[in-house]
């Protein structure tokens, strides 16, 4: 089970760190990702990182203002994000998949489990 938190209201150029608290199986077990879907638009990558947090991979649209991260002892995983804008307005999800060691899952369909979702609102 995935919970997601730490979304909010900030104004553009601001800063949010989100949340990923894994329960069950140790987290260290998956890979990692964080996906967003904005209000009439398709799911979208952000960001990911492979189950021992050496390899990290970004969505083109976050490149240079988020940075991912994970905690295995604690079972959690983050998303600082700096410089935000309003088109980073949306749900962000986080997911986790089965995958080897060093690999950064990027698809929608190759995550298996999914969290609620945090609702993060960049006002301009």
């Known amino acids: 089970q995935l919970q997601a938190c730490g979304g909010g209201l900030v104004q553009a150029g601001g800063s949010l760190r989100l949340s990923c608290a894994a329960s069950?199986?140790?987290?260290?077990?998956?890979?990692m990702g964080w996906l967003r879907q904005a209000p009439g638009k398709e799911r979208e990558f952000v960001a990911a990182?492979?189950?021992?947090?050496?390899?990290?991979a970004y969505g083109d649209s976050v490149k240079g203002r988020f940075t991912i991260s994970r905690h295995n002892a604690k079972n959690t995983m983050y998303l600082q994000m700096n410089s935000l804008k309003p088109e980073d307005t949306a749900v962000y999800f986080c997911?986790?998949?089965?995958?080897?060691?060093?690999?950064?899952?990027?698809?929608?369909?190759?995550?298996?489990?999914w969290g609620q979702g945090t609702q993060v609102t960049v006002s301009s």
């Open positions: 990182i492979s189950r021992n947090g050496g390899t990290t």
């Open positions: 997911a986790a998949a089965v995958a080897t060691m060093f690999y950064t899952v990027r698809r929608n369909s190759d995550y298996d489990y």
């Open positions: 069950g199986r140790t987290s260290s077990s998956y890979a």
